[in-house]
């Protein structure tokens, strides 16, 4: 009977300390070359910003922002690309002291009229050290998902070709070092307790 009651117990806890992920899907804005503003993914403890640069890297600052355009690149819907040909789009990360971002996953799609798209893709640190990149050929049809499961990301730029967009980023922000340090919602103490209570009570009365 209370062995139910012990593993939902667990199972809260635990997943009070899981950190959800947010999905930017670029959906804000409506029209084909439509700038996004600076608040397109700011989610709890995270700052996101987006521009176009000139090149990878700390490079200079072509536009500060990235342009949407509604389909046709593969078989995605509202995606995010540099707002000008052989520009680099970038999403700068900027968490709250003593949190960390986790790059998850993006999909990729090219606006295809022909010829082959090389897009490449970075995601660097504070310091823009390279900590992960991916370089891929890309044709018409279906896009691709790629799954950099990356920490510590503060840039992520592509390029450099705006017939090379992305969609579906999924990206989250914890307490750097350890996600089991998430602060637990005050309830939860309270209902372990009584639960333990519940657990006790009922061995006495199995003993009698």
């Not at 062995?3 to 806890?13: K, Y």
């Not at 996101?48 to 355009?69: C, K, M, P």
């Not at 040909?85 to 999403?91: A, Q």
């Not at 510590?152 to 730029?157: M, T």
């Amino acid at each position: 009977m209370f062995r139910p009651l012990i593993t939902a117990a667990i199972l809260a806890i635990a997943g009070a300390s899981a950190v959800p992920a947010a999905v930017m899907r670029f959906d804000d804005v409506w029209a084909n070359f439509g700038a996004f503003d600076d608040t397109l993914g700011d989610i709890a403890n995270l700052d996101v910003s987006n521009r176009t640069r000139n090149d990878f890297g700390n490079a200079s600052v072509y536009e500060e922002h990235l342009e949407h355009w509604r389909r046709n690149y593969s078989d995605l819907r509202d995606v995010a690309f540099p707002s000008a040909p052989g520009k680099v789009g970038e999403l700068a990360f900027a968490p709250d002291a003593g949190y960390s971002v986790t790059i998850e996953s993006f999909d990729i799609g090219t606006w295809y009229n022909g010829a082959p798209k090389i897009g490449s893709f970075f995601i660097y640190d504070s310091s823009w050290n390279v900590l992960w990149s991916l370089e891929n050929t890309l044709f018409a049809g279906n896009s691709i998902t790629v799954f950099p499961n990356v920490t510590g990301a503060a840039y992520f730029q592509w390029g450099k070709n705006w017939d090379i967009g992305i969609d579906n980023f999924k990206y989250s922000v914890a307490p750097a070092g350890n996600l089991a340090a998430v602060p637990l919602p005050a309830s939860l103490p309270l209902l372990a307790f009584g639960l333990f209570g519940l657990v006790v009570l009922g061995l006495r009365r199995n003993r009698r």
